[in-house]
Every structure is written in C-alpha cells, then in structure tokens.
C-alpha cells in the first residue's frame, strides 16, 4: 500500500518535500560491483514485496469493507449534511487515511521484513541509498499507525458546527506528518526536469537504472510498472470501489 497513495489519488503523496525533482542522468557505461549487487538485491526486495501485496489484496479490500460496516453501525450519513462551503480539510485527511490505514496495516509484517532488507544495502550514491532507506522505513511506519477513532471524530466536528476537531483528530494528524517527513526527495546533480516527479516509483526506476546491468534492466520492468499501466491499472478497481463504498456509507459527496 505504501505507493498506492500516490498511484491512485496522487494528492495523498505521502513523501513530505519534494524539490526540484527529475530523472537520473545518463547511465554509467560500466556498473560497479557493490552497486549492481545492491540493485540486484533492491529490486528482489521489491519484487516479492509486490507479489505479498497481491497476494493480501482480498485481505485489504475486507478491512476497508470492515471499516464501512462500523461507520455504518457507528455513524451512518454523519456528513450527509456537511455544507459546501465547509472548512473540512484536517478531517478530509483523517478520513482518507483511515481508509487507506485499514488496508495498510495488512500488509505492516510485510512491510517490515521489506524494511529489514532494503535498510542493509548501500550504492555509491549516498543520496540514492538515503532515498530508498527513508521510503521504506516510511513505508512501515505508516503501516504502524493504530486507527483513529474516526466515526467519534466526524461526530465531533459535525457537532461543532463543521468548524472544530478533535484532540484526537489532532494527535493522528501529528503522527501522520512525522511519518511523511521521513523522506525528503531531493535533487541529484546534473538533473533535467522529470514530468513524473509525483509518482515515486517513475522516480525510484529512473535513478535506479543507472545501476542496473542488463539482467536487471529486465527484472527492473517486472518490479516498476510503465508510466500507463501505474496510471490505469484494473487491478486497483475494487480497491477504488471499496473506498467509495466508505463515502457512501458517510454521507459525504467528496472523495480524495
């Protein structure tokens, strides 16, 4: 889960600064050892973690149903009159992330051993190793955030007359703005523009490639979907729906 975010509602992109970011520059015509092993190693990490994604995938959609059932039971329609010109925004970011949180922490044993792994490897580019270290970690804490008590909260800002939220509120949006400034994407020298600078998997495959020698250069297409197939994906479908289904059940007409 923790670059769907950004694949399927982008403004959730969870990295916290990103400055300036663009593609590598023209690959090395000969990879180092050290790096290619640590390429090697970076990309099986992240093969398997995607192939354990898929494989709880029925497992996330059934915690987000189970979150709509308790809003259901707990709060139905709570925002159903939520006017237009409501000031929403730290709830609109509870909400969003307690759904996403829901199927997240599924995949937090995941996550972690992912961590584990990707924490061990190191290029010759200290800004490379500093990225994929803080992205992973961030990917597991994020995962680690115990749920809010969300339908206490829209209650509370419902019965505040859409203006106030809750201590609670506060304290969960705290914690998730610590875990988002884990990483800070930054530019490598020599750089051009980079169009897809949201998407940190363009990102994480265009300053990988340098380091790839030509097997991986094949594995690298497996792990990294192409710029289409992020952008369209079926299998994100039900994962959609899903969220939706939460809305529905909430009352509110606006999504992510």
Not at 75 to 80: G, H, I, K, N, T
Not at 89 to 113: K, N, P, Q, W, Y
Not at 120 to 146: F, G, I, M, Y
Request: with cysteine; proline share 6%.
């Amino acid at each position: 889960m923790d670059l769907r975010r950004a694949q399927v509602f982008p403004r959730l992109l969870s990295c916290a600064a990103i400055a300036s970011v663009c593609p590598a520059g023209v690959a090395s015509a000969r990879v180092s050892a050290t790096d290619a092993a640590a390429t090697h190693a970076y990309l099986d990490a992240r093969l398997a973690l995607r192939r354990a994604e898929a494989a709880h995938a029925s497992a996330e959609l059934d915690a987000v149903g189970a979150l709509g059932e308790t809003a259901k039971a707990e709060c139905p329609a709570v925002l159903q009159d939520e006017p237009e010109s409501a000031s929403g925004g730290e709830i609109s970011i509870e909400l969003a992330d307690a759904i996403f949180g829901a199927a997240e922490r599924v995949e937090h044993a995941t996550d972690e051993r992912y961590y584990k792994i990707v924490r061990r490897l190191r290029w010759s580019n200290p800004r490379l190793t500093k990225l994929l270290h803080d992205l992973a970690l961030e990917q597991a804490e994020q995962s680690d955030v115990p749920a809010p008590p969300l339908c206490a909260d829209l209650m509370f800002w419902v019965g505040s007359g859409y203006t106030a939220t809750s201590a609670a509120t506060k304290h969960y949006l705290q914690r998730l703005n610590e875990i988002s400034a884990t990483t800070t994407i930054a530019p490598e020298p020599h750089e051009k523009p980079f169009e897809d600078f949201l998407q940190p998997e363009r990102l994480i495959a265009h300053r990988l490639s340098r380091y790839e020698d030509n097997a991986d250069r094949l594995l690298a297409k497996r792990v990294f979907p192409s710029k289409e197939a992020s952008s369209t994906s079926p299998a994100e479908a039900p994962f959609v729906e899903a969220v939706g289904r939460v809305y529905e059940v909430l009352g509110t007409k606006k999504r992510p």
